[in-house]
């Protein structure tokens, strides 16, 4: 694994040890932080589910202001730990071990500008009750034009409301959709392309 772009850009990252976490290719993240480049700058960011951090670190060699990383597994946290050390974005980085449905439920309102959301696939279908609380709590979390990036299995859907589906593109058999808060309290729902 690597940050393909950006100030870290090259820089070796630790990967997952086992199966737990499910790493996107080189070439899927650098057609979602495209998409995603705009609204980086000094951008407040939520890494949900994770892993090892590829994901918020892109996120900080783009210019994000600070990342909370949310991971429970043991092994992919320590290693997540090492990639924030590697990048020394420690002062700007977050790491919940705990439950974050849990904190969601109970943190204090903030303002994130992008969450991603990338929970293991079967969730989807064993937990999707958890996950649909944890969508609307999102509401208080999130800024108001802010993105939610939702990873699933292509063959997997779930909608998530009060959010509403503003672009969704598929790349083999991942499915990113790109959330945005209801159209009639926030505007228009589109992505800059």
Known sequence: MRVIAGQFRGRKLLGPESEVTRPVTDRV???LFDILMPHLADASVYDCFAGTGSMGLECFSRGAKNVTFFEADKSAAARLKRNIETLAVKDQSTIVTGDLFKWFADAAKGKADLIFLDPPYRFLTERAKDLLALAARFQDHLASDGI??????????LALPPLQVADVRTYGSMTLEFLRPHATDHGQLTIDK
């Open 29 to 31: 993240k650098q057609s």
């Open 148 to 157: 939610v990036i939702f990873r699933h299995d292509a063959v997997d859907s």
